[in-house]
């Protein structure tokens, strides 16, 4: 792959992972944001893979093709099956209204910018260069869990976050070592499946799928 | 060879419950096999304590005096637990709320969280160690939420919810610790490993390890229950089954706080020894005012108990940013001491709950005279929790104090007083409410069985030797203590 070709394309994807985060506070059907959330997986797979033929590693390879089969593939499926069981899947009253959310994620992006300038000094590199673009997704996701009520949005928002810090992870150090980044991957699933199968409790037992329903304990 | 004991035992036992349907003896064995993690432990410390760190597998388990320590809190406390968790699975059964199949797996879990929490501390790769603490998180939300009522799933949602994000904060952190390795320049072969970031730390990048640090406080804090992320500890630790409070309050908490220690020395190593300070100084500060205030209008004894774990984390955290070796070694006697006298109080509301069928400090009156066993536990199990003597309490909290003085932390070593204070009389009214008065004319008094106060008894008077001999494990503190000082 030539030079330009190589860094355009790094950018390109990992511009599309910030995209996506941005897509999901803006749409507000729950089944949409489960779509732009499978494209951010195979996006940031993209990322590994282009890092991996870049730098002619096999395992890094190898790991992109699971990012992609599991991020891409797997999880939006077991999202979507959520919201298909759920007749009103629309994020009908965030806390915070689209455009503004939308101004939020501008101003997160800045930070985000700002907060890692000594580690963008430390790689020169294109994908030195792409960091801020991991961090700005991993606030995003905060901000999304922190404004939205829904239990599939909040399930979003933590694969956002979870998605960014991956793509800092393979632009900044082409990913740790295999053995951490699989144990990573296996555990953000299983967090996955179980906040889902917890979600799926509370509507065979209450009929709620809306946090603000859940309102028992306090102090 | 005994770290990977330590660690197949009781995941052994784990795969055991899973598969047989559960019944009294497979609850006594997974016991034993706690039983059979403290022995280890303390054989492990026997032999690290004034010799070199063992390694298993090629460095991925590392042993020294710092883990094994941390092998002896979890086998104590997991010992007590697992004890009452027979009890508290039998009593489900027989009062119909819980089948057989559905106490294998609780059996199954615990014994899975343990090793998790074992593996955390054993773990010589900072990598492991962070799996191994996310593993916590999944197999705890399943019994915070094995009642299985409207509570109880809000709770271990808020708990799963609120962990992931804050473990994935530190699994960033580890990330750009990892980065920061990477471009010390001589350091081909930079990994993950707790002694290679060590021999490295005072050439890592201080921009980049202090993002890194943050990131870690914020992260592994979260775990630990530190304010302001504290918010899914008083819900998790008041609707999770009694045995599975203790070990998450007793434990599990301070595992999360075994792994911030650990950064900090690399911290130390690369910024210095003022920003990590600063840091866990706010957090500490903070947490201490959060408990307080939320101590005094406390209604909910479990919630009482969890608010004060938040507590006892602060006092940890400005322990930790002391930092010297005095200071780390109350720290970690503290860890101890706590982790008794909790998972005590936590196994006492447990039985409270059973025979009163209400958590609400108000309904409660006149233990001691009703019901004097559990009274007394619980009554001693608060005397040990406030910090009064002989308990070991009181020992640690006072060398913290000393170690916090001698540093320049005096101004927070007196705020923490303060809010100590306020807790000491929050926590006073409300136990003197549940503990005193005469019960109703004509109640007999109940008596409690002994299978299970003698585990109690035994936890609070372990707690009361530790703080009046220090002997055997003063050399151990001051060993684990060098591992992570300044």
């Known amino acids: ?219 | 060879m005994l770290a990977i004991v330590v660690l197949a035992v009781p995941f052994a036992a784990g795969i055991a419950s899973a598969v047989l349907p559960w019944r009294r003896e497979i609850g006594w064995l997974c016991t034993a096999t706690i039983g059979v993690v403290l022995v280890c432990g303390i054989g492990l410390a026997a032999r690290v304590v004034h010799g070199p760190p063992i390694t298993a597998f090629g460095g991925a388990l590392r042993v020294d005096a710092l883990s094994a320590f941390m092998v002896i809190v979890i086998g104590a406390i997991g010992l007590l637990a697992t004890w009452q968790s027979v009890r508290y699975l039998s009593l489900e059964i027989a009062a119909g709320r819980s089948s057989r199949r559905h106490a294998s797996l609780y059996s199954a879990l615990v014994q899975g969280f343990v090793t998790a929490m074992l593996l955390a501390v054993l773990a010589g790769n900072v990598g492991v160690m962070w799996v191994a603490v996310e593993a916590t998180t999944i197999i705890t939300t399943f019994l915070v939420g094995y009642r299985q009522t409207r509570g109880s799933l809000e709770a271990s949602w808020k708990y799963i919810a609120i962990c992931s994000v804050g473990i994935a904060m530190a699994f960033l952190g580890t990330v750009l610790v990892y980065l920061a390795a990477l471009h010390v320049g001589h350091h081909l072969h930079a990994n993950l490993d707790w002694t290679s970031l060590m021999a490295v730390s005072h050439h890592l990048d201080p921009g980049v390890m202090r993002l890194a640090f943050a990131l870690l406080v914020l992260g592994y804090g979260t775990k630990v229950g530190l304010a302001p992320m504290h918010s899914w500890l008083p819900d998790a630790h008041s609707q999770a089954p009694a045995p599975v409070s203790a070990l998450m309050s007793g434990v599990l908490l301070t595992v999360a706080f075994y792994a911030l220690l650990r950064f900090k020395a690399i911290a130390d190593g690369a910024l210095g020894v003022a920003f990590p300070r600063a840091l866990l100084v706010a957090a500490g500060l903070l947490s201490l005012v959060v408990a307080a205030s939320l101590l005094l209008t406390q209604r909910d004894y479990k919630r009482m108990l969890a608010y004060h774990s938040v507590e006892h984390m602060g006092l940890l955290a400005l322990g930790a940013a002391a930092g010297t070796p005095l200071a780390i070694a109350a720290v970690l006697l503290h860890i101890l001491g706590h982790g008794l006298a909790k998972g005590v109080l936590f196994l006492t509301s447990g039985e409270i709950l059973h025979a009163e069928g209400t958590t609400e400090i108000a309904q409660i009156k006149a233990l001691l005279a009703r019901r004097p066993a559990l009274g007394g536990i619980f009554g001693f199990g608060l005397v040990a929790l406030l910090g009064l003597p002989p308990f070991s309490l009181f020992v640690s909290e006072l060398n913290m104090v000393r170690a916090e003085t001698q540093v320049g932390l005096g101004w927070a070593a007196a705020i923490s007083l303060g809010c100590m204070a306020v807790i000491f009389g929050a926590v006073m009214s409300h136990g003197r409410h549940m503990l005193f008065g005469s019960g109703p004319d004509g109640e007999r008094v109940h008596k409690t069985p002994g299978i299970v106060t003698v585990p109690l008894i035994g936890g609070l008077v372990g707690c009361a030797a530790l703080g009046v001999v220090a002997w055997p494990l003063d050399s151990l503190l001051r060993a684990a203590a060098q591992v992570v000082a300044l």
């Not at chain 1, 506070?25 to 729950?30: E, H, Q």
């Not at chain 1, 294109?126 to 009520?149: K, W």
């Open chain 1, 1 to 219: 792959m030539s030079g330009s070709a190589y860094a355009s394309s790094l950018e390109l994807a990992s511009g599309v992972v910030l995209v996506c985060a941005v897509v999901t506070l803006w749409r507000r059907s729950l089944s949409a944001i489960v779509k732009a959330l499978a494209v951010q997986g195979v996006a940031l797979g993209v990322v590994a893979l282009i890092l991996g033929v870049g730098k002619h590693d096999g395992v890094l390879i190898a790991v992109a093709c699971l990012v992609i089969a599991a991020k891409g593939v797997v999880i939006p499926v077991l999202l979507g099956r959520v919201v298909a069981g759920d007749p009103a899947s629309r994020e009908a009253a965030p806390i915070v209204n689209v455009p503004a959310s939308l101004v939020g994620a501008g101003a997160l992006t800045f930070l985000a910018y700002g907060a890692t300038g000594s580690v963008v000094a430390l790689i020169p590199t294109t994908a030195g260069r792409l960091i801020p673009l991991g961090f700005a997704t991993m606030l995003i996701g905060y901000f999304a869990m922190a404004v939205r009520r829904k239990a599939v949005s909040q399930i979003v928002g933590l694969l956002l976050v979870d998605n960014g810090i991956a793509l800092v992870a393979f632009l900044a150090t082409a990913g740790v070592p295999l053995l951490v980044e699989l144990g990573a991957s296996l555990d953000v699933l299983l967090a996955v499946v179980v906040l889902r199968v917890l979600a799926a409790q509370m509507w065979s037992k209450f009929g709620v799928l809306d946090l603000d329903e859940m309102r028992e304990l306090h102090d």
